[in-house]
């Protein structure tokens, strides 16, 4: 889930000081240290300066990481701007203020549609092109290389959701996504980059529920992407199926790596506080997923838990073509459109109250 385009030119200004933490929850995840860092993204509520402002300012009291989850630019790449040029002016300004404020950068650059793993990205839809020509590829490896370069994320996905792609998007699309990030990889290696590389999976895939098959796991992408050091996790367990977060087992996350241990990191994912088409949920059960969520990551060993939204989408502000399926995840945020705190907040507080291993 991805709609972080319509953001770029929002996040351009000095950001403001934080706000007040909310309270505690009495069951952190039963771990005397955790392993993985926590965080979010800076997608606001309503899409206006001073929401893109407070989201960000509130969201850094509850983490001790940062992550950007970014479109890449198709249309001003394809019309030459400079890689350099867009990356300092739309997302420079939000990497320094999380460096100021002593949060580690975690990056993923979204190659395909977000919202339609089976679709290109709709600005290349739009122009007319694809990710399968060349030039379209070049523009992505010297995006990258500069990215890299000017923001020194931790790590960086190179691209997302992989199994899912191949699942059901066309070959030539899946084909292109594995060239292109292996040239990427490779030349990033050459400028002597040091950063952590990744892609990332989608676990329902990569256990048989999206769509339904039997378990797969996720060797075909580690045999793709030679380059992967470590593995995003994209996690949407109430849309496969599952009625309660205690339904899905504790290995849910470790079993994707149990022959050929990886870091691992969740860089999407959660639970609806709301019942969604076909969901029915809360924001109790919302709460005892992220409880719940803390026991696999710990079972996992994680090195990062993250979730795209921190607030809740208020979504008349968002525009929404006719089918998009961005109202299931509407109601993902640990916030209300308005700030309020929904109890799932107290739960993510306890758990990130537990002390960080060395």
């Not at 771990?31 to 965080?39: A, E, K, Q």
């Not at 977000?114 to 122009?127: C, F, I, T």
């Not at 060349?134 to 000017?150: G, H, L």
Request: glycine share 6%.
């Amino acid at each position: 889930m991805n709609g972080v385009t319509i953001l770029r030119a929002l996040i351009t200004s000095a950001l403001v000081a934080s706000c007040a933490s909310t309270g505690t929850d009495p069951n952190p995840s039963g771990s005397r240290t955790r392993t993985y860092r926590m965080g979010f993204s800076s997608l606001p509520p309503r899409l206006t300066v001073q929401e893109v402002l407070r989201t960000v300012d509130s969201l850094t009291n509850h983490s001790d990481a940062a992550l950007m989850v970014i479109d890449v630019p198709w249309v001003a790449l394809l019309a030459d701007s400079s890689p350099a040029i867009l990356i300092r002016r739309d997302q420079y300004p939000l990497a320094l203020r999380y460096q100021q404020r002593g949060l580690p950068l975690v990056a993923t650059l979204d190659v395909t549609n977000g919202l339609n793993r089976s679709a290109e990205h709709d600005a290349l839809v739009k122009l007319g092109r694809s990710i399968t020509e060349p030039a379209v590829q070049r523009v992505y490896r010297e995006y990258v290389v500069a990215f890299d370069s000017i923001l020194h994320p931790r790590y960086l996905a190179l691209a997302m959701e992989t199994n899912l792609v191949r699942a059901i998007a066309s070959a030539p699309v899946y084909s292109a996504v594995v060239t292109m990030t292996n040239a990427a990889a490779q030349q990033l290696r050459a400028t002597g980059s040091t950063t952590q590389l990744m892609v990332s999976v989608q676990v329902e895939t990569a256990w048989g529920r999206l769509p339904a098959s039997n378990y797969v796991g996720i060797q075909r992408d580690r045999t793709d992407f030679t380059f992967v050091q470590a593995l995003g996790l994209s996690s949407y367990p109430y849309l496969a199926g599952f009625t309660t977060p205690e339904e899905f087992p504790i290995e849910y996350y470790s079993r994707l790596v149990a022959d050929a241990p990886l870091p691992m990191l969740v860089v999407e994912g959660g639970w609806s506080s709301g019942s969604v088409t076909g969901v029915m949920s809360s924001p109790a059960l919302q709460a005892r997923y992220i409880r719940r969520q803390a026991h696999i990551a710990d079972a996992a060993k994680l090195v990062g838990i993250f979730q795209i939204t921190f607030t809740d989408f208020d979504m008349a502000s968002f525009p929404v073509p006719p089918g998009s399926i961005l109202p299931l995840f509407a109601q993902l945020g640990l916030l209300d459109v308005n700030y309020r705190p929904k109890p799932a907040l107290a739960v993510w507080d306890s758990v990130r109250a537990t002390p960080l291993a060395p």
